[in-house]
Nanobody, 119 residues
Framework: HVQLVESGGGSVQAGGSLRLSCVVS????????MAWFRQAPGKEREGVASIDGDGKTRYTDSVKGRFTISKDNAKNTLYLRMNSLKPEDTAMYYCAADLPPCGSWAFHYWGQGTQVTVS
C-alpha cells in the first residue's frame, strides 16, 4: 500500500521561502517517478516539478529558477524548496508518485496535500 504524507506548508510573505516534504512508504522509493503538483482555488491542478529515479528533474516554466525538487532515498523523502515566493504560488501542494517510465505528468499515487499561502 503506497502512502505519501506531505508537510511544510504554511503562510509566508512574498519573497519568502518554504520547504515542503513528502515522506513515502509502501514501495521501493528510489525507483519511482516523483512529482509535486499544486491546485489553486478555481484552477486546474498543475504539475510543478518532477524527478526521475535517476535524478533527472523537470519544472513548469513559472517556477524555474525559484523552486528546486530533490529527494533523499535513505529517508524515503521528497522535497520541494520554494524561494522568492509570489502570491500566485498560493495553492494546495500535492506530492505524487508512479512507476517508471517517467516523463509524463500522469501519476497514480497522491498525498493529501499541504497548503501554501503567499501574501
Amino acid at each position: 500500500h503506497v502512502q505519501l504524507v506531505e508537510s511544510g506548508g504554511g503562510s509566508v510573505q512574498a519573497g519568502g521561502s518554504l520547504r515542503l516534504s513528502c515522506v513515502v512508504s509502501g514501495y521501493t522509493y528510489s525507483a519511482y517517478c516523483m512529482a509535486w503538483f499544486r491546485q489553486a482555488p478555481g484552477k486546474e491542478r498543475e504539475g510543478v516539478a518532477s524527478i526521475d529515479g535517476d535524478g533527472k528533474t523537470r519544472y513548469t516554466d513559472s517556477v524555474k529558477g525559484r523552486f528546486t525538487i530533490s529527494k533523499d532515498n535513505a529517508k524515503n523523502t521528497l522535497y520541494l524548496r520554494m524561494n522568492s515566493l509570489k502570491p500566485e504560488d498560493t495553492a494546495m501542494y500535492y506530492c505524487a508518485a508512479d512507476l517508471p517510465p517517467c516523463g509524463s505528468w500522469a501519476f497514480h499515487y497522491w498525498g493529501q496535500g499541504t497548503q501554501v499561502t503567499v501574501s
